[in-house]
């Protein structure tokens, strides 16, 4: 029996599983491709194939002691992200409960986006949940699995509501760079910190039963996230636009229009009370490694 299975084992979950096998567990992430099995077997643990959503392979999953259910629905639609989401998570909790071994913990990765649009203003654990889309929506639904249906098959659930994930391939230095930045607040977590706070949730015991909102010390407004990250690529200012402006492009999809229309300030303060140690407490630090590569890039 494994100690952790990692369902979707992706961007997070090659972290997670990487930060957990360096700390000595025996580690097994699922992928539904084979091309995705052979990124876990090269980040240094077990593979194991199987498409979630189907009965025989959610039966052949791997015994574990910890779960954690990272799956993506590949930014598809409300129903593709309800398959995953909700209906397989569902199935899976269920089939790991039924079993000789149950699971003594289940960690769900959600999303700030639960929250819905606060006009800028903090939220935390006990903010209710404003869901503003079909998906958004859903993984509401999937937290609701997470933390009440799994304890009725006798595994503890916790919920990770991550905000913007960003590091290696998805700093998007360009997109502040050059413009234009449309205002509005910025909540981010690295990703060596969304799977750190997952494995310390884990491995130091806390939280069951409860969410716990992983983001960073400094929600930051994009315009002084831009201008400082320019000057520390020795560019000059990107120009930049009001909320105004960007929504008067007719162009704009009602998917975007509904981001920019969504503001808030993320706190960390319990997930700190647990006393987990970020490894990049901001993005000054975050961003280091892509700012010098950008600028020796840019020195050659």
Known sequence: MADVVILGCGYIGLEL??????????????????????AIEDAGFSAHQADLTNQVDREQLPDAEWLVFAASSGGRDAEAA??????????????????????????????????????????????????????????????????????SHGIDGTVARFSGLYGPGRYRLERYLDGPV?????????????????????????ARGEAVVVTDDEPVDKWEFADWLAAECDLESPPKRTKQQRLADDE?????????????????????????????????????????????????
């Open 17 to 38: 599983g990487t930060q957990l096998t360096e700390a000595g567990h025996d580690v097994v992430g699922v992928r539904r491709s084979e091309s995705g099995c052979v």
């Open 82 to 151: 309800n398959a995953i989401y909700v209906e397989a998570l569902e199935a899976v909790v269920a089939q790991y409960g039924s079993r000789e071994s149950v699971p003594d913990r289940l960690v769900y990765t959600s999303s700030t986006g639960v929250y819905g649009d606060h006009d800028g203003e903090w939220v935390d654990e006990s903010t209710p949940l404003e869901p503003t889309t079909p998906k958004t929506e859903v993984l509401v639904e999937a937290e609701r699995i997470a933390l009440e249906a799994s304890p």
């Open 182 to 206: 449309t205002e509005g607040y910025l909540n981010m977590v690295h990703r060596a910190d969304a799977a750190g706070a997952v494995a310390y949730l884990l491995t130091a015991d806390c």
């Open 252 to 300: 704009l999809s009602a998917a975007a229009r509904r981001r920019i229309l969504t503001s808030k300030r993320c706190s960390n303060e319990y997930l700190r009370t647990l006393g987990y140690p970020f490894e990049h407490p901001t993005y000054r630090s975050g961003y280091r490694t892509a700012i010098e590569a950008y600028r020796a890039e840019t020195d050659s």
